[in-house]
């Protein structure tokens, strides 16, 4: 009988075969897995891995760098560790890379992401594109053009602009990029901890209502309204809860449906309470 790491094993015949870099067989122990990862595990995504891993092996190898740090595909790696794999196949590239833009890309590319992941991947893409190729700016590209379009043989930068490389990539239109990344953009990331884990989180256009806010006050109130909305839709008495939240992140408190700003006298005192329930969790 074949056993799953038999079963599983990508072999690779000619490294040629892959523009990015070398592809190996790494061992699984071995790989270190940064803290600033920019998607969260679904355990659910892991359980449907394992599935597709089991029936029809690993299709796409995991990134990692020189020295073996993860870039990309950790929810691979983590269904080859529930199937006890001792090796996973591994794209090689250089230390030197831009590893966020891999990763990102990546998760673009292969993950069926929230609504929320996609606007803050893209507004993350594209500040750190427009940092490695800052002629792509939108006003550069302008400038140069002003600058040298009565220069003979003046060849514009052949690199595209950040919405039409995305878009190019993504198979979506350069609108529909430019709109995804404003919403990234203009979010708060306060609000981000209060829309995880609601009907906003896979909703463009709740979220477009959000980032339309001028401040954040005003999306704090934009997305209590939205989630009140629909407590009203799902209540067929209207009743309205009277309990409290906190949010730890933003130090502000959600009292009969209105969030209010949460003294400083008070933000050292929650900050331990918050590490006293963490602790209590990890006990547990």
């Known amino acids: 009988m074949t056993n799953f790491a038999e079963k599983v094993v990508v072999k690779v015949t000619n490294v040629n075969d892959f523009s990015i870099g070398q592809v190996k067989d790494v061992e699984i122990n071995s790989i270190i897995i940064p803290n600033d990862r920019i998607r969260n595990v679904n355990d659910s995504d892991i359980e449907n891995l394992v599935d597709s891993i089991e029936n ?18 950790y929810h691979r790696l983590l269904a080859y560790k529930k199937l006890n794999a001792v090796n996973i196949t591994a794209k090689i590239v250089s230390r030197t890379a831009n590893k966020k833009l891999i990763e990102i890309d990546e998760n673009l ?14 507004a993350l893409r594209k ?8 002629e792509t700016k939108a006003e550069e590209i302008k400038k140069s053009n002003m600058n040298n379009s009565k ?14 490389n995305t878009a190019e990539k993504l198979h979506k ?30 909703n463009f256009k709740l979220l477009n209502r959000i980032a339309e806010c001028k401040s954040v006050d005003e ?52 900050k331990m309470l918050l590490e006293k329930i963490t602790e209590s969790f990890k006990e547990s």
Do not use: M
């Not at 029809?56 to 595909?73: Q, R, T």
């Not at 929230?114 to 803050?120: Q, T």
């Not at 500040?127 to 800052?134: D, G, T, V």
């Not at 209207?238 to 959600?254: L, P, R, V």
């Open 56 to 73: 029809n092996g690993l299709l796409s190898p995991i990134i990692i760098d020189e020295d073996k740090v993860l870039i990309a595909g």
């Open 109 to 122: 590319i292969r993950n069926e992401l929230s609504a929320l992941d996609v606007v803050r991947c893209l």
């Open 127 to 134: 500040k750190i594109y427009e940092e490695l190729y800052p």
């Open 151 to 164: 220069r003979k043989n003046f060849v514009p930068s052949r690199l595209p602009s950040f919405t039409k």
């Open 173 to 202: 239109s350069q609108r529909a990029i430019q709109k995804y990344v404003k919403i990234g953009e203009n979010i708060d990331n306060t609000i981000i901890s209060i829309i995880k884990g609601t009907k906003i989180e896979n």
């Open 219 to 270: 999306q704090f109130d934009e997305v209590d309204k939205i989630l009140q909305e629909s407590d009203n839709k799902q209540s067929k008495n209207g009743n309205k809860s009277n309990g409290s939240i906190i949010d730890f992140t933003a130090n502000k408190i959600k009292i009969n449906g209105k969030w209010n700003d949460i003294p400083e006298s008070y933000h050292e005192e929650l």
